[in-house]
């Protein structure tokens, strides 16, 4: 499977592009329902400028020769991003989910071929019969400083196969059907290929070679191919997959990372490995259905994890619910199978027949995964004070949005849940929900959905199992609707929610109505610990609303938002605001490999906003916490001191890149010993945790220029010029990130308000390079100095605003923001009056 090369001008032409930041388009839309529409369409993407969207409609759409896409004016004319979306209406008004709602046929084995550098491609809702499909990026120019994204999504292909050539891009593939495998003919691969990747390896691009995700997809009658370039082996992460083949069903040069999937065997070359981690696999028959539904008995029922990048999608690849029962099933399909015992709560007793107490007893004594419901007479809420803590020996869901009068959250930002069935601890309770040891003899879980909490020292304890899930809840704080009487206000818990052992467990998630208020814990929001010396690892907090009312603006605080001591944990899309101590801490030894992206973590960093920052820092780092990722896409704003901390007892490589930090009362990042450090020689030596204290202090750049430039070779459409240095290790690549801002702090250094572009850049000593007023040779600690220039769009700047920069190393310390400077004019620098560029 050779990748197609460009033309040999369009790498030159791309260079202007890649060094600059990602412009932001807009959207042009196309409606298309035949071949000729379906090209014509393609051939005016490839040059519109904006983002485009194919949507096309139901039907079938025969193929006669191929159809493609090719921004060959990409390093020219922006291509922005493509998508190409079935199942539309005549109209275009609207799209149905149903599978092989639009069919794109060949007798002959034409293809959609979809070739692009730059944009990030998502194909949804088509079905191919006998007609492939091709992306491809290859180019010989350095890719855009992130990966862009190849992406299927309620795919079908019958008969052909999925052929992607990945240079630029990740690949990601999700509830996607693939039968009857056969290569793409002169791809480079035979037989029955029902998906082929290549993972290329460009070492512009972070140095690493393209990843596979695929999840909850089904191949059958073929298999999963994965190729490597130049003998670099790439990487594939499969969750939640099925596969069915004669002999071998995923052919691999990748290093491979596999959970919670069907297969029988896989072959490995280029000396590519199954990855630690990978397990609750099975090789039991498969037991599909001829529309590959699983049935009754098969090991794809109830089976998967949640626990999958970027969260499950709320639907199958025919649009039914993808959670049907205990657990998400394996495979594009979803099984209508539910297979659990129900025991509905009929009052708020105590105890006796028809209590809470009384169903889960129930439940722990029917083996295997339970429900229970709840359907109590009269109004709402229905306060329920248990007489003990309900601890849970066998699986089991508690399910409050069966009650009547239950009303789930429908906000974007807010929420507007009502739960009706509260929880109430009275104050002596120690623990509401707990799980017990039982759960880890069978991999047991809990699940807990539109509850809510008070008056509990912990509200919901997660010391054994894993997998669990708590979701659609409230902690704390006025319930929606009610008018904010106290009778109506929910108590505080001294901690909400407290993860100390399993794995894989989901805290919110990306819809809505998954969304938890936890608010008004005096201690700790959301805990993540390790207990009996295990666990706190592999879970995920995900959109929820943390420390903040019902419309994600006035504080309702909890001591802090959320703590984590584990490893390997994702704290993702979540509105963290008014605790009163620190918004996220990340604490200990074992604290490493926790990813913090997409938050809102205090307040706008614009110059109003509605919502409470958090009374200390946005985000903590301290006791050995090590090679943890704070961004990309998070928003730290008006915290009472510091939007990033990272404590002089914090190990190393704790990258802070992407994000948007401004207005906080003290520094935007802040390394070591409060306040703003000096540039001292970066250690060549050190190891994290007990050796690299405070990303080993990484330097920060030295900006000398920052103007927008009116004359000379000024590259298209990136007329900002931003110069400096920066002195360390040598070696790299260095992460170099612009950001521009309202104004320079006081101390006359920046805040990353908004990222502007980021560069790669390595520091070369060749043979030596000055040390003071030396030259050094064979120093211990030596230092040396490199220049850069990046070139920066004028989108999102302009003269007057501030400038600053940040670096970060090859192991991913990322330094402290640099001292700020303000963007001139060429025409107006070194003129006062027209300092601000007002005479544009």
């Given at each position: 499977?050779?990748?197609?090369?460009?033309?040999?001008?369009?790498?030159?032409?791309?260079?202007?592009?890649?060094?600059?930041?990602?412009?932001?388009?807009?959207?042009?839309?196309?409606?298309?329902?035949?071949?000729?529409?379906?090209?014509?369409?393609?051939?005016?993407?490839?040059?519109?400028?904006?983002?485009?969207?194919?949507?096309?409609?139901?039907?079938?759409?025969?193929?006669?020769?191929?159809?493609?896409?090719?921004?060959?004016?990409?390093?020219?004319?922006?291509?922005?991003?493509?998508?190409?979306?079935?199942?539309?209406?005549?109209?275009?008004?609207?799209?149905?989910?149903?599978?092989?709602?639009?069919?794109?046929?060949?007798?002959?084995?034409?293809?959609?071929?979809?070739?692009?550098?730059?944009?990030?491609?998502?194909?949804?809702?088509?079905?191919?019969?006998?007609?492939?499909?091709?992306?491809?990026?290859?180019t010989?120019?350095?890719?855009?400083?992130?990966?862009?994204?190849?992406?299927?999504?309620?795919?079908?292909?019958?008969?052909?196969?999925?052929?992607?050539?990945?240079?630029?891009?990740?690949?990601?593939?999700?509830?996607?059907?693939?039968?009857?495998?056969?290569?793409l003919?002169?791809?480079?691969?035979?037989?029955?290929?029902?998906?082929?990747?290549?993972?290329?390896?460009?070492?512009?691009?972070?140095?690493?070679?393209?990843?596979?995700?695929?999840?909850?997809?089904t191949?059958?009658?073929?298999?999963?191919?994965?190729?490597?370039?130049?003998?670099?082996?790439?990487?594939?992460?499969?969750?939640?997959?099925?596969?069915?083949?004669?002999?071998?069903e995923?052919?691999?040069?990748?290093?491979?990372y596999?959970?919670?999937?069907?297969?029988?065997?896989?072959?490995?070359?280029?000396?590519?490995l199954?990855?630690?981690?990978?397990?609750?696999?099975?090789?039991?028959?498969?037991?599909?259905?001829?529309?590959?539904?699983?049935?009754?008995?098969?090991?794809?029922?109830?089976?998967?994890?949640?626990?999958?990048?970027?969260?499950?999608?709320?639907?199958?690849?025919?649009?039914?619910?993808?959670?049907?029962?205990?657990?998400?099933?394996?495979?594009?399909?979803?099984s209508?199978?539910?297979?659990?015992?129900?025991?509905?709560?009929?009052?708020?007793?105590?105890?006796?027949?028809?209590?809470?107490?009384?169903?889960?007893?129930?439940?722990?004594?029917d083996?295997?995964?339970?429900?229970?419901?709840?359907?109590?007479?009269?109004?709402?809420?229905?306060r329920?004070?248990?007489?003990?803590?309900?601890?849970?020996?066998?699986?089991?869901?508690?399910?409050?949005?069966?009650?009547?009068?239950?009303?789930?959250?429908?906000?974007?930002?807010?929420?507007?849940?009502q739960?009706?069935?509260?929880?109430?601890?009275?104050?002596?309770?120690?623990?509401?929900?707990?799980?017990?040891?039982?759960?880890?003899?069978?991999?047991?879980?809990?699940?807990?959905?539109?509850?809510?909490?008070?008056?509990?020292?912990?509200?919901?304890?997660?010391?054994?199992?894993?997998?669990?899930?708590?979701?659609?809840?409230?902690?704390?704080?006025?319930?929606?609707?009610?008018?904010?009487?106290?009778?109506?206000?929910?108590?505080?818990?001294?901690?909400?929610?407290?993860?100390?052992g399993?794995?894989?467990?989901?805290?919110?998630?990306?819809?809505?109505?998954?969304?938890?208020?936890?608010a008004?814990?005096?201690?700790?929001?959301?805990?993540?610990?390790?207990?009996?010396?295990?666990?706190?690892?592999?879970?995920?907090?995900?959109?929820?609303?943390?420390?903040?009312?019902?419309?994600?603006?006035?504080?309702?605080?909890?001591?802090?938002?959320?703590?984590?001591?584990?490893?390997?944990?994702?704290?993702?899309?979540?509105?963290?605001g008014?605790?009163?101590?620190?918004?996220?801490?990340?604490?200990?030894?074992?604290?490493?490999?926790?990813v913090?992206?997409?938050?809102?973590?205090?307040?706008?960093?614009?110059?109003?906003?509605?919502?409470?920052?958090?009374?200390?820092?946005g985000?903590m780092?301290?006791?050995?916490?090590?090679?943890?990722?704070?961004?990309?896409?998070?928003?730290?704003?008006?915290?009472?001191?510091?939007?990033?901390?990272?404590?002089?007892?914090?190990?190393?490589?704790?990258?802070?890149?992407?994000?948007?930090?401004?207005?906080?009362?003290?520094?935007?990042?802040?390394?070591?010993?409060?306040?703003?450090?000096?540039?001292?020689?970066d250690?060549?030596?050190?190891?994290?945790?007990?050796?690299?204290?405070?990303?080993?202090?990484?330097?920060?750049?030295?900006?000398?220029?920052?103007?927008?430039?009116?004359?000379?070779?000024?590259?298209?459409?990136?007329?900002?010029?931003?110069?400096?240095?920066?002195?360390?290790?040598?070696?790299?690549?260095?992460?170099?990130?612009?950001?521009?801002?309202?104004?320079?702090d006081?101390?006359?250094?920046?805040?990353?308000?908004?990222l502007?572009a980021?560069?790669?850049?390595?520091?070369?000593?060749?043979?030596?390079?000055?040390?003071?007023?030396?030259?050094?040779?064979?120093?211990?600690?030596?230092?040396?100095?490199?220049?850069?220039?990046?070139?920066?769009?004028?989108?999102?700047?302009?003269?007057?605003?501030?400038?600053?920069?940040?670096?970060?190393?090859?192991?991913?310390?990322?330094?402290?923001?640099?001292?700020?400077?303000?963007?001139?004019?060429?025409?107006?620098?070194?003129?006062?009056?027209?300092?601000?560029?007002?005479?544009?």
């Amino acid at each position: 499977m050779t990748p197609t090369r460009p033309p040999l001008w369009r790498p030159f032409a791309a260079l202007l592009l890649f060094a600059c930041a990602t412009p932001a388009f807009a959207l042009t839309e196309y409606c298309v329902g035949s071949s000729s529409g379906l090209r014509a369409a393609l051939n005016d993407a490839e040059v519109d400028g904006d983002d485009s969207l194919v949507r096309i409609r139901s039907g079938t759409i025969v193929l006669a020769q191929d159809a493609i896409y090719d921004a060959e004016l990409e390093g020219v004319v922006p291509a922005g991003d493509l998508t190409l979306r079935g199942g539309y209406n005549s109209d275009c008004s609207d799209y149905s989910l149903a599978a092989g709602a639009t069919v794109i046929d060949s007798t002959n084995a034409s293809r959609l071929s979809i070739i692009t550098e730059t944009g990030n491609v998502a194909v949804n809702g088509l079905t191919f019969d006998g007609a492939f499909l091709r992306m491809i990026s290859q180019t010989l120019a350095p890719c855009p400083g992130s990966r862009r994204q190849f992406s299927t999504s309620r795919v079908r292909i019958d008969g052909a196969s999925l052929d992607v050539s990945a240079w630029c891009h990740d690949v990601k593939i999700s509830n996607s059907l693939f039968t009857n495998g056969v290569a793409l003919p002169g791809g480079g691969l035979s037989g029955d290929v029902g998906v082929g990747i290549y993972l290329a390896f460009n070492e512009e691009a972070y140095n690493r070679a393209s990843k596979l995700t695929m999840i909850n997809s089904t191949i059958s009658n073929g298999r999963l191919q994965l190729v490597s370039q130049n003998g670099l082996p790439g990487s594939a992460a499969i969750y939640n997959s099925v596969f069915v083949r004669s002999g071998n069903e995923i052919v691999s040069d990748a290093n491979l990372y596999i959970r919670n999937s069907r297969y029988d065997g896989i072959g490995f070359g280029n000396g590519a490995l199954l990855q630690p981690g990978s397990g609750e696999n099975s090789a039991a028959a498969a037991q599909l259905d001829a529309s590959y539904v699983p049935q009754p008995g098969s090991p794809a029922v109830n089976l998967g994890t949640s626990n999958v990048p970027g969260g499950l999608t709320s639907v199958d690849h025919t649009g039914n619910d993808r959670v049907i029962g205990a657990r998400p099933d394996m495979g594009a399909l979803e099984s209508p199978t539910d297979g659990s015992g129900v025991y509905t709560v009929t009052n708020t007793n105590a105890s006796g027949n028809g209590s809470l107490a009384w169903a889960l007893e129930q439940s722990n004594l029917d083996d295997g995964f339970n429900q229970i419901r709840f359907n109590i007479p009269g109004g709402c809420p229905k306060r329920i004070t248990p007489g003990t803590s309900l601890k849970v020996y066998e699986s089991v869901f508690f399910d409050g949005s069966t009650q009547p009068g239950h009303v789930a959250n429908t906000q974007e930002i807010g929420f507007d849940g009502q739960p009706c069935i509260v929880l109430n601890g009275g104050g002596t309770r120690g623990i509401g929900i707990e799980t017990m040891g039982d759960l880890n003899a069978g991999n047991g879980f809990v699940s807990v959905r539109g509850l809510a909490f008070e008056n509990y020292d912990l509200a919901i304890s997660l010391a054994f199992g894993t997998a669990h899930r708590v979701q659609g809840s409230q902690f704390g704080g006025p319930i929606s609707g009610s008018g904010g009487g106290s009778s109506t206000t929910l108590a505080g818990n001294t901690q909400a929610i407290a993860i100390l052992g399993g794995t894989d467990t989901v805290i919110g998630g990306d819809s809505p109505a998954q969304r938890n208020m936890i608010a008004a814990s005096s201690d700790i929001g959301v805990w993540i610990l390790q207990f009996l010396g295990g666990g706190g690892n592999d879970n995920r907090v995900v959109n929820n609303l943390i420390g903040l009312d019902r419309f994600g603006a006035t504080a309702v605080p909890n001591g802090t938002g959320i703590v984590v001591n584990g490893g390997n944990n994702e704290i993702l899309g979540n509105r963290i605001g008014g605790n009163s101590v620190d918004g996220i801490r990340i604490a200990g030894d074992n604290a490493r490999g926790n990813v913090v992206q997409g938050n809102w973590i205090g307040g706008g960093t614009g110059s109003l906003s509605l919502t409470t920052g958090n009374g200390r820092m946005g985000v903590m780092l301290e006791g050995g916490a090590w090679a943890n990722a704070i961004g990309p896409d998070n928003l730290i704003g008006r915290n009472g001191d510091d939007g990033v901390r990272v404590m002089p007892d914090a190990g190393g490589y704790n990258s802070i890149n992407g994000n948007r930090i401004a207005r906080n009362d003290a520094l935007g990042i802040d390394l070591g010993s409060n306040g703003v450090s000096t540039n001292d020689p970066d250690p060549g030596f050190c190891q994290p945790p007990e050796g690299c204290s405070a990303n080993a202090g990484q330097n920060f750049p030295v900006l000398t220029d920052a103007v927008r430039a009116r004359t000379g070779l000024i590259p298209v459409d990136t007329p900002v010029r931003i110069e400096g240095t920066l002195r360390s290790l040598p070696g790299g690549p260095y992460r170099i990130e612009v950001f521009g801002g309202d104004a320079c702090d006081a101390n006359g250094y920046g805040e990353g308000q908004r990222l502007l572009a980021a560069k790669s850049l390595t520091i070369e000593n060749e043979p030596y390079c000055p040390d003071g007023g030396g030259l050094c040779f064979a120093c211990t600690e030596f230092n040396c100095t490199a220049g850069f220039t990046v070139w920066v769009s004028e989108v999102g700047v302009a003269p007057g605003d501030a400038i600053t920069l940040t670096a970060t190393s090859p192991g991913g310390n990322t330094s402290e923001f640099s001292q700020c400077m303000t963007l001139v004019d060429e025409n107006t620098a070194g003129d006062a009056i027209f300092a601000d560029g007002f005479e544009d």
